[in-house]
């Protein structure tokens, strides 16, 4: 088992930054890799943006390209999603998710193809 706790949602101004983190603990050794998920209210849930524990995979969707970084340090099993110039339609709830298969692609696979979910963090962006 994994368990995985974010932090660092808040509230922020249009054009402000956040830094999310996504801590692992558990059987981390499995995890292949870690990925960003948003859902705001009414829409489904998005892969923002994913990472390989071996750091040779980083993808992010287009919304968030050149705003948004993945990083990881796996010294502290803990996955970083910094957020830059955010929009009022980055609000939403962030959740890490953790992936133990393999894939041969750099991409993001579906949700349910995630074996770990964290509780998530409330980022709101205002105009």
């Known amino acids: 088992q994994v368990q995985l706790q974010e932090s660092g949602g808040g509230s922020v101004q249009a054009g402000g930054s956040l830094r999310l983190s996504c801590v692992a603990s558990g059987h981390t050794g499995n995890v292949k890799r870690v990925a960003w998920f948003r859902q705001a209210p009414g829409k489904e849930r998005e892969g923002v943006a994913l990472?390989?524990?071996?750091?040779?995979?980083?993808t992010y969707v287009d919304s968030v390209k050149g705003r948004f970084t993945i990083s990881r340090d796996n010294a502290k099993s803990t996955v970083y999603l910094d957020m830059n110039t955010l929009k009022p339609e980055d609000t939403a709830v962030y959740s890490c998710?953790?992936?133990?298969?393999?894939?041969?692609?750099?991409?993001?696979?579906?949700?349910?193809?995630?074996?770990?979910w964290g509780q998530g963090t409330q980022v709101t962006v205002s105009s």
């Open positions: 998710a953790a992936f133990t298969g393999w894939l041969n692609i750099c991409d993001i696979p579906p949700s349910a193809a995630f074996d770990y």
């Open positions: 990472i390989s524990t071996d750091g040779y995979c980083t």
